[in-house]
């Protein structure tokens, strides 16, 4: 768990993508991590179960939240992490001129995060990261750059080894940049690793995903 211009690739969402109800003053008035957690399943919700054509004024309004639950808790790693997340999921869902600046912006947040927290939700701002260097145009569009995607990516799975998100996507830069072997090991633990409950939609989405990327790896494989 995603094009934004016209000589981009599609942008990871997953990590990435949870709206149960907008927030609420009750909501606001929680301590960071189950404000965090409702933060969460609400991405969840709006990227993956939302209709298309609502999911762009979500993350707008998923936005508008985080930033009022910055004001009220400065330097949250976790809610750093979830508005660079936001910026870029809605920035694949609607391309604009300023999308390449929506990308710079979500980078310099996760960085923020990891000078904080590197371990902040089991390592989300390096499987982010990841992302973005792999599906970002690279110079001199922008930043992307597989050797650092690359980098970020054993990061995340190093804090995270047996997470949805983090084995699907590595599994998906494996698969583009031609290390199909190690591919595949990462799409068939993505499709046996357990539902996360609080990202229910999500790992419907990914598992579904790996089990069809496997099955055309293996149908071009030597077996």
């Known amino acids: 768990m995603a094009t934004y211009l016209s000589k981009t690739k599609p942008l990871c969402r997953g990590l990435l993508l949870w709206i ?16 965090v957690r409702q933060i969460g399943q609400r991405w969840d919700t709006i990227t993956y179960h939302w209709p298309k054509s609502r999911r762009e004024q979500g993350l707008t309004q998923l936005l508008s939240d985080i930033h009022r639950l910055e004001r009220r808790y400065p330097r949250q790693p976790e809610l750093l992490i979830w508005e660079a997340i936001a910026l870029v999921t809605r920035a694949g869902i609607s391309p604009s001129l300023g999308t ?3 990308l710079d912006k979500a980078r310099n947040l996760l960085l923020q995060s990891i000078e904080i927290d590197p371990t902040a939700l089991d390592g989300a701002a390096y499987l982010t990261l990841a992302c973005l260097y792999y599906k970002a145009p690279g110079w001199p569009l922008s ?8 980098a970020y990516f054993k990061k995340a799975l190093a804090l995270n080894p047996d997470g949805i998100e983090s084995n699907y ?3 998906h830069f494996l698969s583009k940049t031609g290390r199909t072997h190690e591919a595949m090991a990462h799409f068939q633990k993505t499709a046996m690793l357990p539902s996360d409950p609080t990202q229910p939609y999500l790992s419907l989405h990914l598992k579904k995903k790996a089990r069809q990327k496997l099955a055309k790896l293996v149908a071009r494989s030597d077996y």
């Open 169 to 171: 996507y590595y599994g």
């Open 143 to 150: 930043f992307g750059d597989d050797e650092k995607a690359d």
């Open 20 to 35: 149960i109800l907008l927030a609420t003053p009750a909501a606001l008035a929680d301590s960071p991590p189950e404000a």
């Open 100 to 102: 390449l600046g929506d």
